[in-house]
């Protein structure tokens, strides 16, 4: 790389002011401008946009550029941005080096002068870590081509059906003995009102008919390895006769879609538990759904006269008001579905049985989707009584008197009257329950896929890329990652399938070049390397005679190396590297920072 | 101006070059498809990039849009038509005969190379819709600075003939006399991405949004709040004055039979309260006040965003608005019904209101396609639940908020499923070859 | 001259977006805290503490993913590191604390700013005593 003249392209975004407000974007210009080899060194009000990056590509083509600093927000944002900016202007992509000064400058630091002298520093280091940059390549892996998915409720099987009809492979692992999951059992969904049964019946007629689906039920991941393109999992199914077969699928990607559970109130929230006349909203469905409308409506061997619904049951729960259940985060989030879900329950009781009287006890009405406010309208014409109550003061259940008429007494103070307490007198109690993750099992601890705080799977960024996970090959759908409707399931479902479609349509996934590599002048083969290293076969020590002599050298499996460093930390002859992140490069860079501080102008 | 315009079969048609046209197109073109997005404005990006920041990550929203806006633009699968308009899309055995109209840009985009200095030569200004009204540009402009394609644009209604962008162009691209151009696109597939407008400032005529000046849309505070909005800084437009006092008035254009508005638009009580903390932090001092009647927090972080701004000190009024009035010194009345202290009514004044509009579908297609609308105005889609980008048609596919309003990311995901169900479509038809460049002459229109 | 300069190494997975989360808080810390981003702070050998510390790094927060560490063995390995170099500068006669071990998580901004101003703090009693 010596022989070739070193010149960089240096370029400072404003941000529109997010950055310029606060660092002098033209002083750091003008300082990068005097090192040497700078060839050129500008700002632009926003580099991300099409002509910020064009400026990269004409100066490399004008000025015969080889190597370019962008300094602007986070690499997170616009590193790739940059990178494919410099392929266009001829160069290879990793010959770029990105500086952020926005959300580690200008957004953290008060002082004007001090964030010009940072922002300018770290310019520098940048320049003098860009110079040790070589040009890499993308590691090229075969993909298996077919995809795995995890979950065979309706996002499962709607990515499965997707995947399939477009021409790939595709295995369903379900936990349970049918496919379907918990849509199969809600009776009539929303807001079309078809039957849950039903959607699953076409879902299911439609998988079965395609050839390039293999189906397995009563199977459960035990482990998985691999990495994109060639993850193999591994499988335990049951079979008839009681005992367990164990399969190795080789997969390209793999698609989450392990789903929710309802939320399991705590002994004595709301009465649940403590008295039978208190019901979650799914067990209400399946009552509703199996009790004759020529007969009563009876719970617990009582006939229901009056019922209330309570929303927001282990939804949005606040610190200091709710507990957590042991070992799970509160459940701050909203869940979605409830709101409607217990509006549509609520008229489709008044309806099955005209006589009886329903109060909704509720915190805001998120009926928020498509034809779904027309549920909230038909529920209040059905007569619902509506009883708002704040989040500090829940409602009360409690056993009524004997003379009462219902068995159970709700005690709330109802917003909708200034607060007033209120006690109403029910036969049943219904939980509006929210939605908890199921467990994901064995595969989340095999590929460490991350989790947000919520317990729900978490998505790389919800808007840049919501269906992808940290782990690359692994793509999310459905519920596993935050609550949502049927609807909305099966679009993020179909989203996760496109980026698998995408990923394996070519038979082969190019894998960053970050993996280590060994200078072989001067390995002396120690094997100490190996001793660090924690992944099987990525990295071995080759013996070969040259000269009569035995000569040891490490070797790295570029497809199995992560890229940790371990290996790199305990070399004593510095014959080990990580491509793009060498110690010559760190080094340069502390060099830097070392150096005599920027004038820093006082505000 | 008679050129001859090519008439070219691709894949899929992407009507609309917002965040879910873009999405959609980028997933496809990833899948090797040919892709064509028609975008009826000089620039794509959509309503997303005149956003400031975006719910719930507070991510600045020309950074999550540019990269995709570039990605675009830069991808050897996918062509944009800007200025371009859908005449009609009728069906030809299985593929689409797609009549788009180009409007005249007056700057010829093979020439220009958007330096500006016709801008700077011209001397009309014309009030700047892109920055709410609140600033202005000149008669002949770059749409906004981030805009794609970076290329000049004449309004001639504002010109004033004076010649002086011509004569500065270092290029020769202005040509005054630029024609409506029609031509036809052969489309194997056609996804409609045609979004949102907000409701009418006007449609409530007891909120008066047309008539008080500091009764603003929601549109208009982004750009205020925008780091690089009008002002730079928040501003109420009456008299510049530092607003003190900002209230946002919530379904004020959704949830309203009498508006033929009855659905909730998703995404007001959100952007309502990310505007009031981004207010909050712009303007430490100022009271902020919402007048709700639901806060519908319903997506993944949201609820946690809401109580972050219960907590900063917002108020959170119950309430609805019966009426807004100008009260002295440009200030705003509103007049409005507790919902939680039994229906009492109260008068507050405030320095700035900020009415929630909702949403309505930007485009009525259906004299144009063989597409079908529903009562709310939007495309119907016949199976929602399982496959909730497929219309009435097939080969005709729908995304984002032409299918019904909903929030960014609810739009892009959509946008990928959107995608998905198109190269699945595509798929079933095979064997087809790859998309054929056909030349033939275009036509003019006028 | 450098001595309050403080080097923050961050690992890619958690920290560093760590510190991006404190910009998009828009919330503060000095600035004379200068972050490397890396893979992960295992990579480092031992030499690398003490040449910074040479060079006039006044204080080095290691700033590693825990144990979420996305690599296998990594922040067993890493810790081990730290602790020898900690020795190791004792019986160089630099004050140990000027070295940390610390996670911080993706969305961990109260830890890193504590973080920085415990490093502060250390720096300017340092300070104080020559």
Redesign the interface.
């Known amino acids: 790389m010596n022989s070739e003249e070193v010149k960089i392209g240096v370029y400072i975004c404003h941000?529109?002011?997010?950055i310029s407000?606060k660092v002098d974007v033209e002083k750091v210009a003008e300082d990068a401008g005097n090192l040497p080899d700078v060839t050129v060194s500008r700002t632009y009000?926003?580099m991300?946009?099409?002509?910020g990056?064009?400026l990269i590509v004409e100066d490399i083509e004008k000025h015969g550029l080889n190597r370019i600093v962008v300094a602007s927000?986070?690499?997170?944002?616009?590193e790739?941005?940059f990178r494919?900016a410099v392929v266009?202007g001829g160069l290879n992509q990793f010959l770029y080096e990105h500086v952020?000064i926005?959300?580690?400058?200008s957004?953290?630091?008060?002082?004007t002068g001090?964030?010009t002298?940072?922002a300018t520093?770290?310019v520098r280091?940048a320049i003098a870590r860009v110079r040790h940059h070589e040009p890499l390549s993308l590691i090229r892996v075969g993909a298996t081509s077919r995809a795995l998915v995890l979950g065979g409720g309706?996002a499962g099987l709607?990515a499965a059906l997707?995947l399939a009809?477009?021409?790939l492979p595709v295995t369903i692992v379900e936990k349970s003995s049918r496919l379907g999951g918990q849509v199969a059992e809600f009776g009539t969904?929303f807001?079309?009102g078809?039957s849950g049964a039903e959607?699953v019946r076409?879902?299911v007629r439609d998988v079965s008919a395609l050839e390039e689906i293999t189906v397995l039920t009563g199977a459960r991941v035990t482990g998985a390895t691999g990495y994109v393109g060639n993850f193999t999992v591994m499988v335990e199914q049951e079979r008839g006769d009681g005992s367990t077969e164990d399969l190795e699928i080789p997969a390209g990607a793999v698609i989450v879609a392990t789903g929710s559970r309802p939320y399991e109130p705590d002994m004595g929230e709301f009465g649940f538990g403590q008295f039978p006349e208190v019901v979650t909203l799914p067990d209400f469905i399946q009552i509703l759904n199996e009790t004759r409308a020529d007969g009563d409506l009876t719970v617990n061997g009582k006939m229901i006269r009056r019922a209330a619904f309570i929303h927001c049951v282990g939804s949005?729960q606040?610190e200091g008001i709710q507990k957590p259940k042991p070992g799970r985060p509160l459940n701050?989030?909203?869940s979605?579905i409830c709101c409607t879900a217990t509006l549509k329950a609520e008229s489709d009781l008044i309806e099955k049985f005209p006589g009886v009287f329903v109060y909704d006890l509720y915190r805001?009405?998120?009926?928020?989707?498509?034809?779904?406010?027309?549920i909230y309208?038909r529920a209040s014409r059905d007569g619902v009584s509506f009883l708002?109550y704040e989040p500090a003061t829940p409602p009360v259940v409690t056993m009524a008197a004997p003379d009462d008429t219902g068995n159970l007494l709700i005690t709330v103070k109802d917003?909708?009257?200034?607060?007033m307490e209120i006690e109403v007198a029910v036969d049943l109690v219904v939980l509006a329950v929210g939605m908890e993750p199921a467990d994901v099992g064995p595969l989340a601890e095999s590929l460490?896929l991350p989790a947000g705080?919520?317990g729900?799977l978490q998505e790389v960024?919800?808007?840049?890329r919501?269906?992808e996970m940290?782990v690359a090959g692994v793509v999310l759908a459905g519920t596993c990652?935050?609550?949502r409707d049927?609807?909305?399931s099966?679009?993020?479902?179909?989203?996760?399938?496109?980026?698998v479609?995408?990923l394996l349509?070519r038979g082969h996934v190019d894998l960053e070049p970050?993996v280590a590599r060994v200078n072989a002048d001067r390995c002396e083969g120690t094997g100490i390397c190996l001793s660090?290293c924690?992944?099987d076969g990525a990295l071995k020590i080759v013996e070969s005679v040259i000269d009569g002599r035995a000569i040891r050298k490490a070797v790295v499996n570029e497809a199995l190396c992560?890229?940790?460093?371990?290996c790199?930390?305990?070399?004593p002859t510095r014959a080990i590297d990580?491509n793009g992140?060498t110690?010559d490069q760190?080094?340069a860079?502390?060099?830097a920072?070392?150096a005599?501080?920027v004038e820093v102008a006082s505000d | 101006m008679n050129r001859a315009a090519s008439t070219e079969t691709v894949d899929t048609l992407v009507i609309g070059g917002g965040i879910a046209g873009l999405q959609t197109a980028l997933d496809l073109a990833d899948l090797g498809l040919q892709v064509a997005i028609v975008e009826k404005e000089p620039s794509i990006g959509g309503k997303m990039i005149g956003l400031s920041k975006v719910f719930p990550t507070l991510d600045c929203a020309s950074c999550i849009t540019t990269p995709k806006m570039a990605a675009t633009a830069h991808h050897e699968n996918i062509r944009i038509l800007t200025l371009a308009e859908v005449e009609s899309v009728t069906r030809h055995d299985e593929d689409f005969s797609v009549r788009v109209t180009l409007q005249p840009r007056y700057v010829d985009e093979d020439l220009c190379i958007g330096c500006r200095l016709c801008e700077y030569a011209c001397d009309a200004d014309v009030a700047d819709e892109f920055e709410g009204g609140l600033s202005a540009h000149r008669a002949i402009y770059i749409p906004f600075t981030n805009a794609i394609p970076q290329l000049a644009i004449l309004d001639p209604m504002e010109c004033n003939l004076c010649g002086q962008c011509a004569v500065a162009c270092p290029t020769d691209a202005v040509v005054f006399d630029q024609k409506p151009r029609e031509i036809e696109i052969t489309a194997r597939s056609v996804v409609v991405a045609t979004g949102f407008e907000t409701t009418p400032m006007g449609a409530k005529e007891e909120y008066r949004g047309n008539e008080i000046v500091n009764v603003i849309s929601p549109l208009t505070m982004e750009r205020l709040l925008a780091p690089h909005g009008p002002y730079g800084r928040v501003l109420r437009p009456a008299d510049g004055k530092v607003p003190d006092s900002v209230a946002f008035v919530q379904c004020a254009g959704s949830r309203d039979r009498s508006l033929g508005v009855p659905y909730c638009s998703r995404v007001c009580c959100m952007y309502a309260i990310k505007q009031a903390m981004l207010l909050s932090g712009a303007l430490p001092f100022a009271d902020i006040t919402i007048y709700y009647m639901d806060i519908r927090a319903f997506g993944k972080g949201y609820e946690t965003f809401f109580q972050n701004a219960s907590a900063m000190g917002i108020e959170f009024v119950k309430g609805k608005v019966a009426r807004i009035d100008e009260a002295g010194d440009r200030n705003v009345e509103v007049r409005f019904e507790h919902i939680d202290e039994l229906g009492q009514v109260e008068e507050r004044t405030h320095d700035l209101v900020v009415l929630s509009l909702g949403m309505l579908p930007a485009a009525d297609l259906r004299d144009r396609m063989p597409i079908s609308v529903s009562s709310d105005g939007f495309v119907t889609v016949p199976k929602p639940t399982i496959e909730p980008c497929r219309t009435n048609e097939p080969g005709i596919f729908v995304a984002g908020t032409a299918a019904g309003p909903k929030d960014i990311v609810d739009a892009i995901a959509e946008a990928g499923a959107a995608a998905m169900a198109v190269s699945g479509y595509l798929k079933k038809r095979e064997p087809a070859g790859d998309a054929v460049c056909a030349v033939s002459a275009g036509m003019e229109i006028r | 001259m450098g001595t309050d300069r403080i080097l923050i190494l961050a690992s890619a997975a958690c920290a560093y977006p760590g510190a991006d989360a404190v910009g998009q808080a828009h919330l503060s810390y000095p600035a004379n805290t200068f972050v490397l981003r890396v893979p992960s702070p295992v990579v480092f050998p031992e030499s690398f503490y003490y040449d910074s510390f040479e060079k006039g790094i006044g204080g080095i927060i290691v700033m590693s993913c825990g144990v979420e560490c996305p690599y296998e063995g990594a922040y067993e390995k890493l810790a081990a590191r730290i602790d020898r170099v900690s020795l190791g500068l004792k019986e160089q006669g630099i004050n140990p604390r000027r070295l940390k071990l610390t996670s911080i998580c993706t969305v961990c901004t109260k830890s890193f700013l504590k973080e920085v101003a415990d490093m502060n703090s250390i720096l300017a009693y340092e300070g104080a005593e020559t």
């Open positions: 941000c529109g002011g997010n407000d009000t926003f991300c946009a099409d002509p990056q064009e927000c986070s690499p997170s944002l616009h790739t941005t494919s266009r952020n926005r959300e580690q400058v957004w953290v630091h008060a002082s001090e964030a002298a940072k520093t770290l280091a309706v709607r997707d009809v477009y021409g969904v807001p079309t078809e959607l076409t879902l949005r606040i701050e989030n909203c979605r805001d009405i998120r009926t928020y989707g498509r034809n779904h406010e027309e309208e708002c917003n909708l009257t200034a607060g460490k705080a919520d729900f960024h919800p808007k840049l919501p269906v940290a990652q935050s609550p049927i609807e909305e099966c679009a993020s479902a179909s989203a996760a399938a496109v980026k479609a995408g349509t970050y660090q924690e992944y992560t890229g940790c460093g371990a790199v930390a305990v070399c990580i992140w110690l760190f080094e860079m502390v060099d920072m070392c005599d501080p």
